[in-house]
């Protein structure tokens, strides 16, 4: 019966709505007045999957920890139409003019959104007078009309302008089935001009959807980062910090403002230059501070099945995009991260905090729970930095490590650990969770003895997350030398959905290097919330997202560190917090 398969593990410190079904984070953005942070989402509050008439919810968090649901927060006037996905900004200066003194310049918050009609979508603003409680449709909607079916999720933000010259909004926009991302940009939020596209870039799956272009600091990993090279010349000729980016500054083609669907431009500086020479590139990110990162969502069609979010590293004049290089990067390599977003405003300006729908369209629609559907991923905080996929080559990538406030989380808590172990079969080591709650952190440190690994012996080291009611159900995740990768098996459930969705992935893996490939030495952090793990690598340069299901009230509560090969791995620590959220 199908009652039975129900599980009720509601995550603690993932927002999910009281009741119905959620899908895409929208309108991200922080309130500096109250110190409020707030999350709107795609919401159907009355079903238990995607339909419409669709909504945006609201929820408001004091520390990125714990979530208050608010319900709709506003919807479309018909109800075939659908609020699709968007983002809010912060109109400090009043460019649109739907603020008075009255109202908080650090709470003049306009949504920027979709309205999806059955044979339309278009761009839409609303506008808050009660720090995003209420909101007020600009009567001269639409604001962009290109009479297209698939046109949407508008990602919005201020440039600011070289001093000479005024600051602009930057909407980034996706036409999904032309694998197309339009940049326009706007003085006051209403009347946009076509910039620029990124066309048929990176993976592109069925359509690009949800994009968003972001300024993220650098910080670079002296562990990584290729040691400098003292043949290059210090001077370098690129600058990130003023609106004459290096872009413009040395390619000409870049100079030639694009039209829309012009051929795009090749610039060889990036391709050969930049990346030939990353030192070079490493000093004028470390000078500017930050790198630009063009975030996409592809849907369906992942690499690992159904919805997935890669990202650009690049560079951005004010009008175009251009990443440093060809690769595709992907923010998350889990199944259940997708339709990320940043938030407009953090308290530190320079920070990008991010959050993703914890779920993927493969299944979202079907997963176990009830009364609600679905959650959002934890807060991540993204640097972009230095990683070495191999021992020969330092790339830059984006390292997303989670925003939690652990004060209350960790209050009562043990920390239970294991401390240099050298492993061998016949070991077990063993941390039992007292009255757990389903809810803990956990750190997991070894090193390889490359030497003892022989290539034909499967050479894991197993951590067995086991539930406290019924043992049968468990997560298995490890670490195989062979492979080089890190392994997640989250078919062990009595939950039917488990064994009968297609989708749902049971085993999956990923890449996972060394942090130190002098001493082999690797490690993984992971936040475990009720039916969902989120796994960090070396500090966040690889992640992986998943839910998992467990029955109803069946709570992690045995740590088990096992492996099948002798004098190959050490731990050198596996350490647990319980969270009492
Ligand atoms: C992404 C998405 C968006 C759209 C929204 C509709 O998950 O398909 O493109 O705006 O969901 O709910």
Known sequence: ???????????????????????????????????????????????????????????????????????????????????????????????????????????????????????????????????????????????????????????????????????????????????????????????????SDFTDKGFVGYQYECPGLVKVPYVRNTTFAS??????????????????????????????????????????????????????????????????????????????????????????????????????????????????????????????????????WQYGNHVPTTPWRSSMSLVRNFTVTEFNPNPNTTELVLSGVPVIDYSELRKNGTTYSIEDKQLSVSDSEVIELEDPTGVFEFSLEWSVNATNVKNYVFSDLSLYLQGDKHADEYLRLGFEANAAAFFIDRGHSNVPFVEENPFFTQRLSVNNPPSDYTSNTYDVYGVVDRNIIELYFNNGTVTSTNTFFFTTGNYISSIILETGVDDVYEVSNLRVNQFYA
């Open 227 to 360: 040691t400098p090279n003292s043949n290059v010349t210090s001077s370098s000729p690129l600058s990130f910090n003023s609106t004459e980016s290096w872009i413009n500054s040395t390619s000409a083609a870049w100079n030639s403002s694009s039209v829309w669907n012009s051929s795009h431009t090749n610039s060889t500086l990036l391709n050969s230059t930049m990346f030939g020479n990353e030192t070079v590139l490493q000093e004028a990110l470390e000078e500017s501070g930050f790198a630009w990162v063009l975030f996409l969502s592809i849907n369906p069609g992942a690499p690992q099945g159904g919805s997935v979010n890669e990202y650009f590293i690049g560079d951005f004049n004010g009008t175009h995009f251009h990443p440093f290089d060809d690769q595709t990067r992907f923010v998350d390599l889990g199944k259940d991260f997708y339709a990320m977003q940043t938030f407009f405003n953090t308290p530190n300006q320079k920070d990008v905090f991010g959050i993703a729908w914890a779920s993927n």
């Open 1 to 195: 019966n199908s009652s039975s398969s129900l599980s009720l593990n509601r995550p603690a410190i993932h927002f999910t709505p009281d009741k119905g079904w959620i899908n895409d984070p929208n309108g991200l953005w922080y309130d500096a007045k109250e110190e409020d942070w707030h999350l709107y989402f795609q919401y159907n509050p009355e079903s238990p999957h995607w339909d419409l008439p669709l909504y945006w919810g609201h929820a408001v968090s004091k520390d990125l920890t714990v979530w208050k649901d608010h319900g709709v927060s506003f919807g479309t006037k018909n109800e075939s139409d659908g609020a699709f996905s968007g983002s809010m900004v912060i109109d400090y200066n009043n460019t649109s003019g739907f603020f008075n003194a009255s109202v908080d310049p650090r709470q003049r918050v306009v949504a920027v959104w979709t309205l999806a009609e059955p044979d339309k979508q278009t761009q839409l603003l609303s506008y808050s007078h009660d720090g995003g409680y209420h909101f007020t449709e600009y009567e001269g909607n639409p604001v962009l009309d290109i009479d297209a079916l698939n046109f949407r999720d508008p990602k919005v933000f201020w440039y600011d302008g070289a001093e000479d010259s005024e600051g602009h909004w930057i909407m980034a926009v996706a036409i999904p089935q032309k694998f197309s991302v339009a940049f326009y940009s706007s003085p006051d939020l209403k009347e946009w001009t076509l910039e």
